[in-house]
């Protein structure tokens, strides 16, 4: 019985080859032990390089977050969660210090709006303001800034009135 190798090589039942030119080879079991070793030893160099390229790869970055605390006290120990801006004038103002610490992972600009109006026609009388230059706050460092109200002289019928101060982090 023979299996058919190639077109011009047959191999027979003993593990002897013929090839094209008539020479018969026989593998000892030397050789099939070589040819293994070198096979186990090719593929044991192949998953080393693999597992050193992988331990100089490097790992994945976290993302990078943007965050800021505000604060009334210049060590940042103490939140600011609300502003009482007190009874205002028409033509009057009022300002409050606060201090902005970035909290993020990345360099920051800050940006001041002003939210949520109650009554909703006190945004048409009223501005907020800040003295922030835009300068570019590092993680870990703080910003002491001024936030000033400013109210139109020519509010009427308004009371009280009640708004979010949103301070943005963009990095």
Request: net charge positive; proline share 5%; aromatic share 6%.
């Amino acid at each position: 019985m023979s299996k058919t190798l190639s077109t011009d090589q047959v191999a027979d039942s003993e593990g002897a080859q013929q090839g094209g030119s008539g020479r018969t080879t026989r593998d000892s079991g030397k050789d099939k032990k070589r040819r293994f070793i070198a096979v186990a030893m090719a593929l044991i160099a192949s998953a080393s390089l693999a597992s050193t390229l992988a331990a100089y790869a490097r790992p994945p970055r976290d993302p990078p977050i943007s965050a800021v605390g505000v604060y009334s006290s210049p060590d940042c120990k103490t939140s600011l969660s609300s502003i009482n801006w007190g009874t205002l004038s028409p033509g009057g103002n009022k300002s409050v210090v606060a201090y902005v610490k970035n909290e993020g992972t990345v360099p920051v600009t800050l940006a001041l709006s002003a939210a949520n109006w109650s009554p909703t026609t006190a945004s048409s009388y009223m501005t907020l303001s800040w003295d922030y230059n835009g300068a570019r706050l590092n993680p870990g460092t703080k910003a002491k800034v001024t936030l000033t109200l400013q109210v139109s002289s020519s509010v009427d019928e308004i009371t009280s009135f009640s708004f979010d101060v949103v301070i943005t982090a963009t990095g």
